[in-house]
C-alpha cells in the first residue's frame, strides 16, 4: 500500500501548502478536519501524522485539540504552529498568551540537532523562517528537549526522538522559509520512512485500475460521458478514463463559441485526431449568443451560459444513449473540507460553478478520477498522459468564457474582436518568455468608445483592457509589473492589427479589493 501521511487541520490559511510540499517529497497525504473520528484516523492507516497551524490560541477554553488518538498511534507527529502548540499543551507542556506576536521573517538559532534538520541545519548555525504564531511554549512536556530557539520563541522548534514527536513554530511548508521543502522530506523519508513512490506514472496506473473497478471492466461496463471544456482539468481526466475504458467514454465538446481564439479547433484535433477519443462536437456559438442577446448582467450572464450548456449537454448525452456515468475533473481543493476560521457563512461575489446540477438532473453517476490532485499534479499528469505541454500549462480560463470579459451586451462583433486582441496579447507574452511566470493573463473590451487619431483620420473606436495576474490559487492575486516595452508592443500591436480597438490600457488593481476578471 502507499505511504500516506494525514494532515489534521486546525484553520490555517496554508494547510494546502502543507499537502503539497508533503506531495513533493513523493508522499501522498490527504487533509482532513481536526475533528475527524477516530475510527477514520484508524483506517488511514496513516504512516505519520502533521497537526497544521491555525488562527486560535491553546490558551482558550475550548480552543481545538487534537484527537488523543494521535499520540497513541506509535506513528511520527509533527506539529506546525497551532499544531505544536497544542501538542505541548495536551502532552503535558505549558504554552502562554504572549503580547509579542511575532510574524513574518525571523531566524532561528539551531540548539542541538534533530532528524529533521539533517543535512540542513548543523547545531550552531542560524536558519531564515516564516514565523506566523502568537503564543508561547514555555515549558516543554516529558520527554522532549529543545531544538532551536528565535528572539521570541525560545522554544521554536523541539524533538522527542523516542516517540519520534516534532513540532516547529515556524512555516516550514511557505516559500519565505527557504529551507521549508526540505525540513519536511526529512520528516516525510528520515522520521517516518516513506519510501517516496508516489508519482504521477504511480497514480495513472493506481487511477485507471479504480475507474475501471468503478465503472465495470470490458465491453459490459457502463458508458462514460465527459465534457470537455478546453480547459486543463477535462482534458486529463478525459485522457485518464479512455486510457482505462477506451471507447466506452464519449466526450461531449459544447463549443459555446465563446473560447479564446483557435481553441475549439485545438480540442478537435486534439481528442478526435491525436488521442482518438470519441468526441461529440456541437457547434453552438450562435444559440448561446441568441441567449445572450441584450443581457447586461454578469450573474444573468453565467446563469444563461450555465442553463444552456446544461440542456445541449443533456440532449446530446440521451443522443449516446445508455449513459450511466458523467465524469468531472474536480480537483482536491474543492474536497477539502474546510475548517472555516470564522464559521459563518460567505457571501457569493461570483457563481463559478456552472454545470454544478448536472450530474443530479441526469441521474448519472460521477466519476472524478482528479479529486485527489492539486492543480500543479494535474499538469503534470496531462504530461504523463502525452498531452502537449503548451496545452497543459494554459492558464485558468472561466467557465462562461468571453462573455465575462465583455462587460455590457455580448455581441459576434464585439468576440470577434476580443478574440483577436487577445490573442496578440498572449503571443507577447509567450514570445517574451512571460507565459509560465503568469497565472493568467487576458484582454478585456470595454463598453466604452474613446477618440483618436489613425493617420490623418479621427477614429472613434473601443477601449481594451489588458490584465495579467500573479497567483498560487486565484483566490488572491496581484498585477503583473511587466517592463513597459513588452505592455507597449503588445498596445501598438492591437490598435494596429485589430479593426475596432483604438486604445488600449493596462489593469494594475490586486485582488482584492478587485477580482481577477472583470465581471
Ligand atoms: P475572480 O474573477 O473571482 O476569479 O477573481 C477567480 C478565478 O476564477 C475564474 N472564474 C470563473 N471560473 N466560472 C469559472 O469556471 C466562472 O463563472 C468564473 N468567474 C471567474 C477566474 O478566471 C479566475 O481564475
Redo the contacts with the bound molecule.
Sequence with gaps: MTDRILILDFGSQVTQLIARRVRETGVYCEIHPYTIADERIISFAPRAVILSGGPASTTAALSPRAPDIVFRLGVPVLGICYGVQTMCAQLGGRVTLCDHHEFGRAVIDVLDDCPLFDGLWPKGSHAPVWMSHGDRIDALPPGFRAVAASDAAPLAAIADDARRFYGVVFHPEVAHTPQGGALLRNFTHRVAGCRGDWTMAAFRAQATARIRDQVGHGPGGGRVVCGL?GGVDSAVAASLIHEAIGDRLTCIFVDTGLLREGEADEVVRLFRGHHNIALVHRDTGALFLAKLAGVTDPEEK?KI??ATFIDVFEEEAHKIGGVEFLAQGTLYPDVIESVSATGGPSVT??????VGGLPARMKLKLVEPLRELFKDEVRELGRELGLPAQFVER??????GLA?RIPGAVTAEKLAILRRADAIFLDEIRKAGLYNDI??A?AVLLPVKSVGVMGDARSYDFVCALRAVT?TD??T?DYYPFPHDILGRAATRIINEVRGINRVVYDITS?PP??????
Design positions: 471544456s453565467r451560459i450555465g461575489i461570483k457563481s463559478h460553478h456552472n492558464h485558468p480560463f472561466p467557465g462562461p465575462i497565472w493568467q487576458f497567483s486565484g483566490m492575486a485582488k478587485g477580482t481577477i476578471e472583470w465581471e
